[in-house]
């Protein structure tokens, strides 16, 4: 049994009903009754609905006013060449195609177009239908800029809803929290107790996954690819933060605490800057604290006798935290600061830095234009499904054809399962609507004042009820809506009813057989198949970064192995991002009831990544001793060919034990025990990451309904 909504959704959907239902009655009833233009009434009713109900627009009222104002552009173009293809079926059945990829790709620019593509789709779909009428474009494009406008109006002025939390806001939000508790490690009581709890905790609400849509820097620009490397540096800083306040405190660590200053100063004040949305310093004074802290942990003086295990892994660890410091404080400063170059970081870190935004949206575009792409998946059937249905309705000739490509619009899913489930309770909504409207229309017997006084009240209900109760109410009180509008415009009998059946179920027909044979399993199979091929890309990355960590190469450079190692693994890691997004709002399907853990694979490309930048440039030591050097081969060795068995999902997970560093001579220099200690503790990381990623776990429960956004 489904959830029932909360009362936040509920007064969210009774306040969004009153807005459109407010600009499009203020667009169609003066435009029908005082212009008696209705072609114009027509196009100012349904924008606010393409661009108010069918558009899941992300943000706050002002943020959706904006959207609304800078889609109508688009919307009269796509008017006009619907307009221009209706001439014939197969031009019409073109222009579909090219209209339904091109919106649907789209989405991976950002959560705005992806918001606005469903709504935007519908402009060409009702105007690429006969009669071609080229000579009604004036009173279309002016029914799409009034129903636009008022739409607008409304989403400032009737019942705005609030400001959703910003990301921004939430990063800030976690670097005081990480930079108090940096400044209680330095003192002498250390930090409270549970406070790598709070710390984990907190990085937990810094995933998308918690954020409403509108709140997720998910766009290809700059600041959006920035603060989405700001948040999950922060993640990583405070777990990273987490387990230093889980470690034994050492009294002579001093070097360390000078550093953990530093980052609680540097947390600070990038906090700040967030909050104030001004551009900041670079990370240029704690990449000066970790020259420092390096030369510090390894000048051993003279006739000191060595330092404990303890203590060097304490000191990685914090030199770990102080590198995550770096990456967010430069990720802000490029977030807020424009193009700008970064001296002497990983270049491929922030390889984005120096590009225009026109290069980093074709980045964007071209790295998803492969069939594994779950958006070029998505994009492909949906635009193989509509211009199917519209070549069906064009070929059979049906009356109010545009239903048909809405029902695969709206009711198309990226499972063939979801589809079925939501096909079926649509039809049912749909019979059950025609069956009133067909009443309403009997009894009312061409009564225009009558529809004229229930118009305004069913689309209250229609939008309020429906995206709240599913596809059923959905569909049959959209079907009492539409009918009671055509007809004001038109005479109509009880028959409008029965097509408006039949063209549901002629697109839910074509829906269906597009979801069956169009990738009928959506992320899943995807997923998992991305998440492996990320695994494979990362497992010789480990090689090669304890190779560069020792002078034997460097793993961002064109002339070895390491530069495409890197940016594979990263181009592989937003592929399987893109795919691990759409599964977690799709049915889980797993027959055993068990999935792997795919967040937990994804955590590995990403510090597999980070160690890669990072360890070449701390860590090069050219003369390890020869145990050093066996340990380091193996331990490696062993990381690399368990990732690969995890790469396969076992039932059983994969077992990664790593023995310690071997034990050294006292004259051993101290570079050479940082840097084992350094591996050890990226490695363990690692392996832990694996032990959690490849084995099973219960299925997560299946997604709601209303969760899963049309395809």
Request: hydrophobic letters at 50%; charged letters at 15%; aromatic letters at 6%.
């Amino acid at each position: 049994m489904a959830p029932r909504p909360s009362l936040a959704a509920s007064v969210g959907a009774g306040r969004r009903a009153v807005r459109v239902t407010v600009s499009a009655a203020a667009g169609f009833y003066p435009a029908a009754y005082l212009l008696d233009q209705p072609v114009a009434a027509v196009y100012a009713l349904f924008t606010p609905i393409a661009l108010g109900v069918l558009s899941p627009l992300p943000g706050s009222g002002r943020g959706r006013a904006v959207t609304v104002l800078g889609a109508l552009p688009a919307a009269a173009a796509l008017a006009a060449l619907g307009t221009a293809l209706a001439v014939g079926t197969w031009p019409a059945v073109a222009g579909m195609l090219l209209v339904g990829f091109g919106l649907t790709f789209g989405a991976v620019c950002g959560p705005r177009p992806a918001g606005t593509a469903p709504g935007l789709q519908l402009f060409y779909i009702l105007a690429c239908f006969p009669p071609f009428a080229p000579q009604t474009l004036p009173q279309r494009l002016a029914g799409i800029a009034v129903g636009g406008l008022l739409l607008a109006l409304c989403e400032l002025a009737v019942f705005p809803d609030p400001p959703e939390p910003s990301y921004r806001g939430r990063i800030a939000g976690v670097l005081d929290l990480a930079a108090r508790s940096a400044t209680a490690l330095t003192r002498t009581g250390g930090t409270e107790p549970g406070a790598g709890g709070r710390l984990r905790e907190a990085g937990v609400e810094l995933r998308f996954s918690r954020l409403p849509a509108g709140a997720r820097p998910t766009g290809a620009g700059r600041r959006d690819r920035a603060l989405a490397q700001a948040g999950s540096a922060t993640r990583r800083l405070v777990d990273q933060l987490a387990a230093l306040c889980e470690m034994p405190r050492s009294a002579a660590d001093t070097a360390s605490y000078d550093l953990l200053r530093g980052v609680a100063a540097a947390c600070g004040e990038t906090a700040r800057s967030l909050r104030r949305r001004r551009r900041t310093a670079g990370p240029e004074l704690i990449e000066e604290m970790i020259a420092q802290f390096l030369v510090s942990r390894d000048a051993a003086p003279a006739g000191r006798t060595g330092r404990p295990h303890e203590l060097l892994r304490r000191q990685s660890t914090v030199l770990t935290v102080a590198v995550s410091a770096v990456t967010v404080r430069t990720a802000v400063a490029l977030a807020y600061g424009g193009r700008r170059p970064v001296h002497g970081l990983p270049r491929e870190q922030f390889w984005y830095a120096r590009l225009s935004t026109v290069r980093l949206f074709a980045v964007r575009l071209s790295g998803n234009l492969t069939r594994r792409s779950v958006v070029f998946q998505n994009a492909t059937r949906t635009a193989l499904g509509l211009s199917f249905a519209r070549l069906v309705a064009g070929s059979l000739d049906l009356s109010h054809g545009f239903w048909v490509l809405l029902a695969v619009l709206t009711l198309g899913r990226t499972t063939a399962g979801a589809t079925w489930s939501t096909v079926r309770a649509a039809v049912l909504g749909t019979l059950a609507g025609a069956l009133a409207a067909g009443l309403l229309l009997v009894e009312a017997a061409g009564g225009t004042e009558v529809y004229a006084c229930l118009l305004v009240p069913m689309m209250l209900v229609a939008f309020t009820v429906g995206p709240l109760e599913g596809p059923a109410w959905a569909q049959g009180l959209f079907t009492l809506v539409v009918s009671v509008a055509f007809a004001q415009i038109a005479p109509v009998t009880w028959r409008l009813a029965e097509m408006r059946v039949v063209d549901v179920l002629t697109g839910s027909a074509v829906g269906l057989l597009c979801g069956v044979l169009a990738w009928p399993f959506g992320a899943r199979a995807e997923t998992r198949r991305s998440m492996a091929a990320l695994l494979c890309a990362a497992a010789p990355l480990v090689r090669v970064t304890a190779d560069a960590a020792t002078g034997r190469g460097a793993p961002g450079r064109d002339s070895d192995a390491g530069g495409p190692a890197l940016r594979l693994t990263r181009h592989r890691l937003r592929m399987a991002e893109g795919a691990y997004a759409q599964y977690r709002t799709e049915p889980s399907a797993t027959a055993s009831g068990t999935e792997p853990d795919y967040l937990a694979a994804l955590n590995f490309g990403s510090r597999v990544l980070v160690g890669a930048h990072w360890l070449p440039r701390t860590d090069q030591v050219h003369d390890l001793p020869g145990p050093a050097r066996r340990w380091l081969r193996e331990v490696t060795a062993e990381v690399e060919a368990a990732t690969v068995r995890a790469a396969g999902f076992p039932p059983g997970g994969v077992r990664v034990r790593l023995r310690p560093p071997p034990p050294l001579t006292p004259t051993a220099p101290p570079a050479v025990l940082s840097l084992l200690s350094d591996m050890e503790v990226w490695l363990e990381a690692l392996a832990a990451e694996l032990r959690v990623g490849a084995a099973h776990r219960p299925a997560r429960p299946t997604a709601p309904a209303a969760a899963v956004q049309p395809s």
